[in-house]
């Protein structure tokens, strides 16, 4: 059963002019599935509340993508940037925002340390924040740079990759990165920068507490971490399914159809309506 868990993709953004707010729609579709197969219904949710709250559609849609590896960049870009417009299109047959595509790299082997001495920052002597790469170690056929937006408390800092894949709205490099900078200062459970874009690492907490959701409905939390009581590792505990008793054991003697498990599983991460427009990641 653990190795037929779905995976969770969650759609983040704005729902004020200035990007303080945030909401998120959560999709559970195929495992390893890079794209996110349901966006043109994330994204006419997401557009939607945005215009209820504002008045107004957005004037430009930029996207942070996490998770995509290299070799797949074109290919979720693409699947990606025809959902968005279509998302577009079903809300307003006229509404063509303008698209900037971004790509956001955690996971890389990339370190930065200052020349001299007197410019690193703390005890680790980091790079200073906001300190920018963008010649010399990055692409030569594309546009991506490295950015370490936040303070190292401890170790090396890691900056962040970011890989501009498509921008309809022509920013120059320096309107991305300070756009890229200023948008890791607004995370509600820091009083610091972080090292990611905001609504990139509030994407990552609705994704983490999603998957505990559809873990705990299929009976498969195993780990000390994933209980909150304490259980130990590997032990099954019966109460832990109760919230899905009846939906375990008709799939179990497949009287489910997968049509029917998907939706289930779908309502499984759906939080409730006073909450569905509310930070509750937080």
């Known amino acids: 059963m653990k190795n037929h868990v779905p995976s969770v993709a969650a759609v983040v953004g704005n729902i004020d002019m200035y990007p303080q707010t945030f909401a998120a729609t959560v999709i559970v579709q195929k495992k390893c599935r890079q794209e996110v197969v349901d966006l043109v219904e994330a994204m006419v949710a997401r557009i939607n509340h945005f215009r209820d709250c504002t008045g107004k559609k957005p004037e430009r849609i930029l996207v942070y993508r996490d998770g995509v590896s290299e070799g797949q960049f074109q290919e979720v870009m693409r699947?990606?940037?025809?959902?968005?417009?279509?998302?577009?299109?079903?809300?307003?047959?006229?509404?063509?925002?303008?698209?900037?595509?971004?790509?956001?790299?955690?996971?890389?082997?990339?370190?930065?340390?200052?020349?001299?001495?007197?410019?690193?920052?703390?005890?680790?002597r980091n790079i200073p924040p906001g300190t920018t790469v963008d010649t010399g170690i990055t692409s030569s056929e594309g546009f991506d740079f490295y950015l370490c937006?936040?303070?190292?408390?401890?170790?090396?800092?890691?900056?962040?990759?970011?890989?501009?894949?498509?921008?309809?709205?022509?920013?120059?490099?320096?309107?991305?990165?300070?756009?890229?900078?200023?948008?890791?200062?607004?995370?509600?459970?820091?009083?610091?920068?972080?090292?990611?874009?905001?609504?990139?690492?509030?994407?990552?907490?609705v994704c983490t507490r999603s998957r505990l959701h559809v873990k705990r409905?299929?009976?498969?939390?195993?780990?000390?971490?994933?209980?909150?009581?304490?259980?130990?590792?590997?032990?099954?505990l019966p109460h832990r399914r109760e919230l899905f008793k009846n939906l375990g054991e008709k799939a179990i003697c497949k009287t489910f159809s997968k049509n029917d498990l998907d939706t289930l599983l779908q309502k499984c991460v759906e939080v409730v309506d006073v909450l569905q427009n509310k930070m509750y990641f937080l």
């Open 79 to 124: 699947k990606e940037m025809v959902g968005i417009r279509n998302a577009c299109k079903f809300i307003d047959p006229n509404y063509n925002p303008p698209l900037t595509y971004i790509v956001v790299q955690k996971r890389h082997h990339a370190r930065m340390f200052c020349k001299y001495l007197s410019d690193a920052v703390g005890k680790a």
């Open 217 to 236: 409905a299929l009976g498969v939390l195993e780990t000390e971490n994933e209980y909150d009581d304490g259980s130990p590792s590997g032990i099954h």
């Open 149 to 205: 937006s936040h303070f190292g408390i401890q170790g090396t800092s890691r900056p962040a990759h970011y890989h501009v894949l498509w921008d309809d709205s022509k920013f120059t490099s320096d309107e991305i990165q300070a756009l890229s900078y200023h948008l890791c200062h607004n995370f509600g459970r820091c009083n610091r920068s972080v090292s990611i874009p905001t609504p990139v690492y509030y994407a990552d907490l």
